[in-house]
């Protein structure tokens, strides 16, 4: 299994509060996504980063903020969460230029009340 | 606007036989495509894939057919196994000329289940 990690595996927050999640990785990969899958939606992609610092948004951003300060962290914040914010957020590496094969975390189940 | 879609959210196929799961895709710059697989509680983990400049790609009871012309690939997994029951995501990717940086667009996936 590629070494993934997300934390935390589980959180319930507020409506308004901020949240970060986090995903670390031991691979050394160049290329790092956020994607938060939902029922009847399938997996949308949220953040994306080909680099430290360098980062870029994707389909549904709109609410979510990123930072890449290390190669092997790749931080989501949501800066006022929303019930339609309430999730499950998946961390995937690629060592290629999004070539395929992305290699996903164990997810983070995000619950907004 | 969906650009990979999976019209069939489950499908239930008996042990043994075989499973065929159907995508369809409206961009003609995807020239990379993936099955990935979901277990509960998981993360999706990589099935298979082909490129463009091929039809099909064979992985053991795993073969994906690709139709360029009809933008439509589809995954056939004979025999069906109790354990092949997850969720099965399409997936594409257009690598070359979009650079590829971008990652992947999904479908909604299909729920797979394989009855004793």
């Known amino acids: 299994d590629a070494g993934i990690t997300q934390s935390p595996r589980h959180k319930v927050t507020e409506t308004g509060t901020p949240v970060t999640l986090r995903c670390h990785q031991t691979?050394?990969?160049?290329?790092m996504y956020w994607y938060r899958q939902d029922p009847g939606h399938g997996l949308r992609l949220i953040h994306y980063?080909?680099?430290?610092?360098?980062?870029d948004k994707g389909e549904v951003s709109d609410g979510y903020s990123v930072s890449r300060s290390k190669t092997e962290d790749f931080l989501l914040t949501l800066e006022s969460a929303t019930s339609s914010q309430t999730s499950v957020y998946f961390c995937a590496i690629s060592e290629g230029q999004g070539r395929g094969k992305l290699f996903f975390g164990s997810g983070t189940q995000l619950s907004v009340l | 606007d969906q650009q990979v879609k999976q019209n069939s959210p489950s499908l239930s196929v008996q042990e043994g036989r075989i499973s065929i799961l159907n995508c369809d895709y409206t961009?003609?710059?995807?020239?990379?495509f993936l099955w990935y697989k979901k277990y509960p509680a998981e993360g999706p983990t990589f099935l298979i894939s082909?490129?463009?400049?091929?039809d099909k790609n064979e992985d053991g009871r795993f073969t994906v057919f690709l139709n360029k012309s009809a933008k439509h690939l589809s995954l056939h997994i004979v025999p069906s196994q109790p354990g092949d029951s997850a969720v099965y995501f399409c997936?594409?990717?257009?690598?070359?000329?979009?650079?590829?940086?971008?990652?992947?667009?999904f479908g909604k996936g299909t729920h797979l289940i394989i009855q004793p």
């Open positions: 961009n003609s710059m995807f020239d990379y």
């Open positions: 691979e050394n990969h160049r290329y």
């Open positions: 997936a594409a990717s257009a690598g070359r000329s979009g650079g590829g940086a971008d990652g992947l667009t």
């Open positions: 082909i490129s463009s400049i091929k």
């Open positions: 980063s080909y680099g430290v610092k360098d980062t």
